[in-house]
């Protein structure tokens, strides 16, 4: 499956940003979705994954702050960032993997270009 990214940019602390993932072909109700992220020098980190089933997890730096949900019927999949804050300045990557997955990037195959988010 392909996968774009759209919806990041330049926020201030305290501020939101909504991402989007939006998925190629016909199959995508039936792939697990997640968003990873990083940093520059720092390895890449997941942060959200949602299931088939509906299904969320959370990295604990932004349980609370972050939601993730997925609509099939546009084949697309959102990240909902609120109350942002310079530590999450990072590229943001959606991925997709069938089955089951976690919040590990071994869990999935496919993934997406990426999308900037700067925190200030």
């Known amino acids: 499956v392909q996968l774009v990214e759209s919806g990041g940019g330049s926020v201030q602390a305290g501020g939101s940003l909504r991402l989007s993932c939006a998925a190629s072909?016909?199959?995508?109700?039936?792939?697990?979705m997640g968003w990873f992220r990083q940093a520059p020098g720092k390895e890449r980190e997941g942060v959200a994954r949602?299931?088939?089933?509906?299904?969320?997890d959370y990295a604990t730096s932004v349980k609370g702050r972050f939601t993730i949900s997925r609509d099939n019927a546009k084949n697309t999949m959102y990240l909902q960032m609120n109350n942002l804050n310079p530590e999450d300045t990072a590229m943001y990557y959606c991925?997709?993997?069938?089955?089951?997955?976690?919040?590990?990037?071994?869990?999935?195959?496919?993934w997406g270009q990426g999308t900037q988010v700067t925190v200030s």
């Open positions: 991925a997709a993997g069938s089955g089951n997955c976690g919040l590990s990037d071994t869990w999935y195959n496919d």
């Open positions: 072909g016909s199959t995508f109700s039936t792939y697990c």
């Open positions: 949602i299931s088939r089933v509906y299904t969320t």
